[in-house]
């Protein structure tokens, strides 16, 4: 849960707000930070503090930190709900303190709707810090059992350091997409108020078509209409400015089989033949299975035999 939160894409006013929460869930940044272990599981008592060194690489655009503990069952009746509170706080190399994103509850339209600021958090069991262009080094995560009634609170500390930059996420190489169809490309990046560019290749990035300039920089995603081409060396390319990136690995784009036809059958074999696709250097068919479609041959040409029927 930590880890979806704190990886999460900005949606609504900067930090968490009470129309988006932490944003829109970004899959790949989680697994990332799973992946490199950037996370500590530990316990906190009554009173006691404990710390932590997190190192911050340079050319970090935005670094967050965050703590998250499941609270302690409350008391409907309670005037607050926390039960367990820890209260955490973060200082650089120069012992500069930074504090966790709080909002104002206030029951209006316009206190709900401010910006969250640093402060001391006493309402909830997840807090995060937000660190905009860090400085490189070592620092140090303070947690503190401020408040915990009930025994010892076990808690999570996860870290996100986003790269300034950007990065296509799909295609990424291996996908095959149809002639004429439509695509949803996407990518991730870092926070900035530049527009992104998308651009599309049929031949291994040595000439480039663009799909769309101007997408505004919120955007992550956009709809691709396939072109009508047949080819496997197709890349996609995200630019920001002086930044961009391209697919990892070509994918292939090819139109769909047509006229398929059955051209005999017999006790033990049956023959397919279909209209040849230009540029296709073989096929694959395949069959359902007991609860799949299973690869069962390929061919060099236009027409099979699959034997075993």
Not at 35 to 62: E, R, Y
Request: hydrophobic fraction near 40%.
């Amino acid at each position: 849960k930590a880890a979806l939160l704190n990886t999460a894409s900005e949606l609504g006013n900067p930090g968490p707000d009470f129309i988006f929460g932490w944003g829109r869930v970004n899959a790949k940044r989680a697994y990332d930070l799973l992946a490199n272990n950037n996370f500590i599981f530990d316990s906190v008592s009554q009173g006691q503090q404990k710390t932590f060194n997190i190192t911050i690489p340079a050319n970090i655009s935005l670094a967050k930190v965050m703590v998250y503990w499941h609270d302690y069952e409350g008391n409907p009746a309670a005037a607050k709900a926390l039960v367990n509170d820890l209260n955490i706080s973060m200082t650089d190399m120069s012992s500069t303190n930074f504090l966790p994103l709080i909002l104002n509850p206030t029951p209006n339209a316009t206190t709900l709707n401010n910006d969250a600021v640093p402060g001391v958090d006493t309402l909830n069991n997840v807090e995060q810090i937000q660190l905009v262009n860090p400085a490189s080094g070592t620092y140090t995560l303070s947690v503190d059992g401020f408040e915990v009634p009930q025994g010892v609170q076990n808690f999570y500390v996860v870290w996100d350091l986003v790269e300034d930059g950007v990065t296509v996420t799909y295609p990424n190489g291996a996908e095959g997409f149809v002639s004429g169809e439509e695509e949803v490309i996407r990518w991730d990046a870092s926070e900035s108020s530049q527009t992104f560019a998308a651009d599309y290749s049929t031949d291994n990035g040595a000439t480039w078509a663009n799909i769309a300039t101007n997408i505004t920089s919120e955007k992550r995603q956009l709809i691709f209409n396939v072109p009508s081409v047949s080819t496997d060396q197709a890349l996609i390319r995200i630019s920001r400015g002086s930044q961009s990136d391209v697919s990892d690995n070509t994918f292939s784009v090819f139109p769909e089989i047509q006229n398929l036809t059955v051209v005999f059958e017999c006790p033990d074999s049956v023959g397919l033949q279909w209209s040849p696709v230009a540029g296709a250097s073989a096929y694959e068919v395949s069959m359902l299975g007991a609860k799949y479609m299973d690869s069962v041959a390929t061919s060099a040409n236009n027409s099979v035999t699959i034997y075993g029927t």
